[in-house]
């Protein structure tokens, strides 16, 4: 493994800058990896192909050119790459069996996934002022949520991930990197990361907690207020057959929120336990695996108008071949 020799001025003597990380993965037999290959190469093709699915429903079905679902093929494409980000290069590593990740691939690696999981929280937060504008004000809706107002909003979300991705990116080159070398994960991540860092990573935590209180504390709290409001009109609704479908359609965006924000939160917010790195796992799996794959399911279970489109979409690919 390569290092970079380097001398400590203040302790006056000589240290290691490591170039090169460990990632130890999910499992250490070769029976369980090729077990863990087979599932996880499963899963991408499965949510790249329900997502893909999304996206093509969305830009061939005209009743579905609407700000909600405009919304949701940009989160589609998110998940198309919060998983791409992590997944490949992990099956990657199990078919080489070569568990290293040089420090520049590290931090580009971990650069992308904050920068895509930010924007997250930011089209969420969008998709529920979209259907508090369409529940809540409905006379007022197609001016408050013009083509303008979506691609502003989509473009604030890009700058504040953006912003949200390089700050933790640069603020993690000042740490020293002086062994041991192995991340206990299947992916960089900044919990795992600091466990390993030679010099003090307070500044960095806090750093954390306060731009993550910003990144998911301001969206939940909009996101909550947002859905009171809907909650009060929709139990005004008189017919049935209207709150049903107004709660359906929220219902999924709500489902989606939870998922994303409770594990969200549960990984980021509690810094510091080294045995809770198998939580982390899970938790990371949960993050990058499980909810990208599930977000096109939640969508289109209770979602007639997306159900009619994706058969569209099926029959039409038929018919060409």
């Given at each position: 493994i390569s290092l970079q020799q380097i001398m400590d001025p203040e302790a006056g003597i000589n240290r290691t800058a490591?170039?090169?990380?460990?990632?130890?993965?999910?499992?250490?037999?070769e029976k369980l990896q090729s077990m863990l290959f087979v599932l996880f190469f499963f899963a991408y093709l499965v949510t790249v192909g329900g997502n893909l699915s999304i996206l093509a429903a969305i830009l061939v079905e005209p009743k579905l050119h609407t700000p909600m679902y405009f919304f949701l093929g940009n989160l589609s494409a998110l998940d198309i790459g919060c998983i791409t980000v992590t997944v490949p290069p992990m099956l990657d590593r199990l078919v080489s069996h070569k568990r290293t990740i040089s420090y520049d691939a590290c931090l580009t690696q971990l650069f992308f996934?904050?920068?895509?999981?930010?924007m997250d929280c930011f089209l969420l937060t969008a998709m529920a002022y979209d259907r508090f504008l369409a529940i809540c004000r409905p006379l007022t809706y197609s001016t408050r949520m013009s083509q303008t107002v979506q691609r502003i909003l989509v473009a604030a979300s890009w700058a504040c991930a953006f912003t949200n991705a390089l700050t933790h990116t640069v603020a993690l080159t000042t740490l020293n990197f002086c062994g041991p070398q192995e991340v206990n994960h299947f992916y960089c991540d900044l919990p795992q990361l600091f466990q390993l860092s030679c010099s003090s990573t307070q500044l960095n935590e806090l750093l954390l907690f306060a731009v993550g209180f910003i990144m998911a504390g301001t969206p939940v709290?909009?996101?909550?207020?947002?859905?009171i409001h809907v909650a009060a009109a929709v139990l005004r609704i008189r017919s049935a057959e209207g709150r049903k479908k107004a709660f359906?359609?929220?219902?999924?965006?709500?489902t989606v929120v939870c998922l994303f924000y409770g594990t969200g939160i549960f990984n980021y917010?509690?810094?510091?336990?080294?045995?809770?790195?198998?939580?982390?796992?899970?938790?990371?799996?949960?993050?990058?695996?499980?909810n990208p794959m599930l977000n096109?399911?939640?969508y289109s279970l209770r979602n007639p108008d997306v159900q009619g489109a994706l058969r569209r979409v099926f029959v039409r690919r038929q018919s060409l071949t």
């Amino acid at each position: 493994i390569s290092l970079q020799q380097i001398m400590d001025p203040e302790a006056g003597i000589n240290r290691t800058a490591v170039t090169e990380f460990i990632l130890l993965g999910l499992v250490e037999t070769e029976k369980l990896q090729s077990m863990l290959f087979v599932l996880f190469f499963f899963a991408y093709l499965v949510t790249v192909g329900g997502n893909l699915s999304i996206l093509a429903a969305i830009l061939v079905e005209p009743k579905l050119h609407t700000p909600m679902y405009f919304f949701l093929g940009n989160l589609s494409a998110l998940d198309i790459g919060c998983i791409t980000v992590t997944v490949p290069p992990m099956l990657d590593r199990l078919v080489s069996h070569k568990r290293t990740i040089s420090y520049d691939a590290c931090l580009t690696q971990l650069f992308f996934f904050h920068l895509l999981a930010g924007m997250d929280c930011f089209l969420l937060t969008a998709m529920a002022y979209d259907r508090f504008l369409a529940i809540c004000r409905p006379l007022t809706y197609s001016t408050r949520m013009s083509q303008t107002v979506q691609r502003i909003l989509v473009a604030a979300s890009w700058a504040c991930a953006f912003t949200n991705a390089l700050t933790h990116t640069v603020a993690l080159t000042t740490l020293n990197f002086c062994g041991p070398q192995e991340v206990n994960h299947f992916y960089c991540d900044l919990p795992q990361l600091f466990q390993l860092s030679c010099s003090s990573t307070q500044l960095n935590e806090l750093l954390l907690f306060a731009v993550g209180f910003i990144m998911a504390g301001t969206p939940v709290v909009l996101i909550i207020s947002s859905y009171i409001h809907v909650a009060a009109a929709v139990l005004r609704i008189r017919s049935a057959e209207g709150r049903k479908k107004a709660f359906s359609t929220c219902g999924s965006h709500l489902t989606v929120v939870c998922l994303f924000y409770g594990t969200g939160i549960f990984n980021y917010m509690r810094l510091g336990s080294e045995e809770a790195s198998d939580k982390d796992k899970g938790v990371g799996i949960f993050n990058t695996v499980i909810n990208p794959m599930l977000n096109p399911l939640i969508y289109s279970l209770r979602n007639p108008d997306v159900q009619g489109a994706l058969r569209r979409v099926f029959v039409r690919r038929q018919s060409l071949t």
